[in-house]
Nanobody
């Protein structure tokens, strides 16, 4: 089992920034693709961004491209999500997730999920 614990969510004004972190334990972190998903109120869970084992391959949803940055520190078993220029539509619960083999763009590939952290962007 892999345990994932997110942190860093909160309330921020439009245009502000937040940095989320997801600490992993229980498995070899560097052997897993990592991703951030989000679920806005009343909506389905959406893929936000993915990062491969070394950080060489990264995907961003169009809605966050140019504003969000995913990174990972395999020595610290942690994946990060830097969120800038936040908009009210970014309000959601953000989840990190891990998949051993992918495919990374398919949510059903992810075997391990964190409990989520709330991000609220006020207008």
């Amino acid at each position: 089992q892999m345990q994932l614990v997110e942190s860093g969510g909160g309330l921020v004004q439009t245009g502000g920034s937040l940095r989320l972190a997801c600490a992993a334990s229980g498995r070899t972190f560097s052997a897993y693709y990592m991703a951030w998903f989000r679920r806005a109120p009343g909506k389905d869970r959406d893929l936000v961004t993915t990062i491969d084992y070394t950080g060489a391959s990264i995907y961003y949803a169009d809605s966050v491209k140019g504003r969000f940055t995913i990174s990972r520190d395999n020595a610290k078993n942690t994946v990060y999500l830097e969120m800038n220029s936040l908009k009210p539509e970014d309000t959601a619960v953000y989840y990190c997730a891990a998949t051993r083999y992918g495919p990374p763009l398919i949510s059903s590939s992810y075997a391990y999920w964190g409990q989520g952290t709330q991000v609220t962007v006020s207008s």
